[in-house]
């Protein structure tokens, strides 16, 4: 049994997809995937399918999709036996739970890798944190259910797993930084830096790379950038923080190719 969120939804029963072709069945199926083995409310539901215009008796339109979902888990566990679909896909006072035994969301591997990673790197062991972090990262096979038209409760969910991957990438620059693997980090931390342009911490690191590849210029520009961006959208300078790590780099200082410098900045 599989079950991924972070790219395309996936969800397999004895090799047999039940991800269903319509959308509203699918935005179902991948709420309850989102929530495996947790209860997941009617009124959620709702709020995913319509937001706030329901149809007459959503609550029947709710059992109809479950009832569909049940037909397609029944016919992949009728190979095997097994469990009932009823059980795997359980009603209770006020909602549903999906609970496919032995499978583990891709969300929740890569969250697990990810807090493993940031304790490696909070104990100073770098190469520990980096290789962590890129089997963190290498879960993820696209934007989060990539193929789902998403409401405002799964939009929250994926948007909080962007800012878990955010985070992941900037543990693993610090963890690159820090074994001298600069010259790596500039691609990524390019689009990153174009994909938040207010994100100082990320601007920071690959400021910090760029200098150490000898392009101090570059790294200049990526600070200018970042200025004209905060004060334009938000009226505010840079941090103090950001401001030290400009003079560091326009005055050359030798602390930049330090593998701890700044650490405790980014």
């Known amino acids: 049994m599989e079950v991924k969120v972070l790219g395309p939804l ?30 997941v ?24 999709y479950v009832k569909q979902l049940r037909r397609a888990l029944s016919t992949a566990l009728v190979p095997a036996g097994g469990p009932d679909a009823k059980e795997l896909l359980s009603r209770t006072h006020t909602g549903y739970v999906l609970d496919l035994p032995g499978a583990e969301t891709d969300a929740r591997s890569f969250e697990r890798l990810t807090l493993d ?15 962590v972090l890129d089997r963190a990262l290498e879960v993820w096979r696209g934007p989060a259910l ?23 990438l900037e543990n693993r620059s ?14 990524e931390l390019g689009m990153m830096t174009d994909r938040y342009p207010l994100q100082e911490s990320l601007h920071a690191l690959l400021i910090v790379s760029l200098h150490r590849c ?16 905060l004060v334009s959208e938000l009226g505010i300078e840079p941090s103090h923080r950001l401001q030290r790590l400009h ?12 593998p701890t410098f700044g650490l405790a900045v980014f």
Do not use: C, M
Not at 118 to 129: D, G, I, N
Not at 146 to 168: F, I, K, M, N, Q
Not at 174 to 187: K, T, V
């Open 247 to 258: 003079h560091a780099v326009l005055r050359d200082d030798p602390a930049l190719d330090s």
């Open 41 to 64: 409310s009617l009124d959620a539901i709702a709020r995913e399918l319509w937001d706030d215009t329901p149809p007459g008796r959503p609550t029947d339109v709710v059992q109809t």
């Open 214 to 229: 000898g392009r101090s210029v570059e790294a200049l520009e990526v600070f200018r950038r970042l200025r004209d961006s």
């Open 174 to 187: 610090s963890a690159y930084l820090q074994l001298g693997r600069h010259a790596e980090l500039i691609g």
């Open 117 to 131: 990673g940031q304790r490696a790197l909070a104990r100073r062991e770098a190469a520990q944190a980096a290789t």
């Open 146 to 168: 990539a193929d789902v038209r998403t409401g405002p409760v799964l939009r929250s969910e994926t948007r909080r797993l962007d800012e878990v991957r955010r985070g992941a």
């Open 10 to 39: 996936v969800v397999t029963v004895h090799g047999t997809s039940l991800v269903p072709s319509a959308a509203k069945p699918r935005q179902v199926l991948a709420l309850l995937a989102a929530n495996l083995g947790r209860h």
